[in-house]
């Protein structure tokens, strides 16, 4: 899952970018409003998080513009700002939730989790598609009853793949999702993963789980 964070603290951006790359996401960091919302327009996000005291642009007003472009990403307001008046101004202006500083990286990571199902319409951590189990929170996967081992990329896109079930997923989505916008894909490491994660699934049949839409893309589907 790829995340815009818009936070002009450097210290806070190094701990809080660190701990979200081991965890599996893919993040864009930029320092002031008026660029943050040139990047929420740019590019696709699973969450965007953003403090309120930025500059040029404060949080209030990005995240109202980012409302009024019609982007319906979720988004997580990071702040020092713990007045009531505060949280209610920006979930009325569209924000999804709202974390005060100093916080927990356990519960940041779960509200991002908690944003990303609820984006997806998942109820749970565990989401299933056939015999594939995907657990979001623990990052395991789990085929026919056996665990099995992923690499970091590997696992991010059949997570990705799998939040997608039953909607052809393009090249362009993956990769837009697992990498960020500073770097880039070779033009056939798409393939190259989807072809290892097939072999560890089920080597024996590489689309039992990862199916192939001809001239489209890549599917997985419930059943």
């Known amino acids: 899952m790829r995340i815009l964070f818009v936070e002009d603290d450097e210290n806070l951006v190094w701990t809080v ?6 965890n599996g996401y ?22 965007i998080i953003l403090d309120i005291m930025l500059p040029k642009k404060d949080g209030f007003s990005l995240c109202q513009s ?3 472009n019609n982007i319906k990403t979720p988004i997580l307001i990071l702040t020092a700002r713990y007045r009531e008046d505060d949280r209610v101004r920006g979930l009325d202006l ?36 056939g015999q594939v189990l995907v657990d979001t929170a623990m990052k395991k996967v789990i085929y026919n009853g056996r665990e ?3 690499t970091a990329k590997e696992y991010t896109i059949l997570e990705y793949l799998i ?15 697992i990498w960020d916008s500073e770097s880039g894909a070779f033009s056939n490491v798409v393939e190259v993963l989807i072809s290892r994660v097939r072999k560890k699934l ?4 590489k689309e039992a789980v990862i199916k192939t839409v001809k001239g489209l893309g890549y599917v997985i589907k419930d059943r």
């Open 26 to 47: 893919v993040v864009d960091w930029v320092a002031d409003g008026q660029e943050g919302e040139e990047m929420a327009l740019a590019y696709s996000y699973d969450v």
């Open 94 to 129: 569209g924000a999804d939730d709202y974390l005060v500083k100093p916080f927990s990286y356990p519960e940041l990571y779960a509200r991002i989790r908690a944003l990303i199902r609820r984006d997806k319409n998942e109820s749970s951590s565990n989401i299933k598609a």
């Open 202 to 205: 089920c080597p024996e049949d």
């Open 17 to 22: 970018k660190t701990g979200l790359i081991k």
């Open 148 to 150: 099995i081992g992923l």
């Open 163 to 177: 939040y997608n079930k039953n909607g052809i997923v393009t090249r362009q989505m993956i990769e837009e999702h």
């Open 66 to 68: 980012i409302r009024a």
